[in-house]
């Protein structure tokens, strides 16, 4: 579980809600308009086939410019895509699942995937980015630049969190900018807090 910002009332709201705003404007302003290229067309893909093969997780790769790939690129692409789809099938159904809340969702979509290579440890952008693939309208990226983005919201976060209360601080974020009549995506939630952990905030 993550510990919501320390600062409390109606006032401290408006003033999360208006960091975020600026981040999300800030970072809209200084990045490409075929950026997410890649992830639509993937989303799209999963999407038709219920499932993401070795062709998906590589576009994806590409579009997230994951540094760490090597160690296991090699037992990703040993495995047959028959497996991989298999595994992230489960976790695109997971994902998608209406019955429970999108924590609970993002919480065993994470579990699903801890099958593949790449995904066994750790929350990790890599898993949260196949989990945007797979249910764009609810999930969100999980990386270094939106955890440091929580902390200077003021929420108490340790040095790594898990999926699921990731998901939950998103979405408690996502109810304070709808009080305030923003119908924002998960996803426009995370933007806003990787611009807020850059450098150059």
Avoid: F
């Avoid at 404007?25 to 070795?54: F, N, T, W």
């Avoid at 997971?94 to 929350?123: F, H, I, N, Y």
């Amino acid at each position: 579980m993550i510990a919501a910002p320390e600062r409390s009332g109606g006032s401290s709201r408006e003033l999360i809600v208006n960091e975020l705003v600026r981040a999300r404007e800030d970072y809209l302003k200084s990045a490409s308009p075929y950026y997410d290229q890649a992830l639509a067309e993937v989303a799209s893909r999963a999407d038709r086939d219920g499932s993401l093969g070795k062709l998906d997780l590589g576009g994806l790769l590409l579009w997230k410019r994951l540094g760490d790939y090597r160690k296991w690129a090699l037992p990703l692409n040993r495995m047959s895509d028959e497996e991989v789809r298999q595994i992230t099938g489960e976790a695109l159904e997971a994902a998608r699942d209406d019955e429970s809340g999108t924590p609970e969702a993002a919480a065993r979509g994470r579990d699903k995937l801890r099958l593949l290579p790449g995904c066994v440890q750790g929350t990790g952008a890599w898993p949260s980015t196949i989990l945007l693939a797979a249910a764009p309208q609810r999930m969100a990226v999980y990386d270094s630049r939106a955890h440091i983005g929580l902390k200077k919201l003021g929420y108490q976060v340790g040095d790594r969190i898990s999926y699921g209360p990731y998901m939950a601080a998103i979405e408690a974020l996502r109810d304070m900018l709808a009080d305030s009549g923003r119908i924002w995506l998960a996803r426009d939630v995370d933007l806003a807090l990787y611009q807020l952990g850059g450098p150059s905030t």
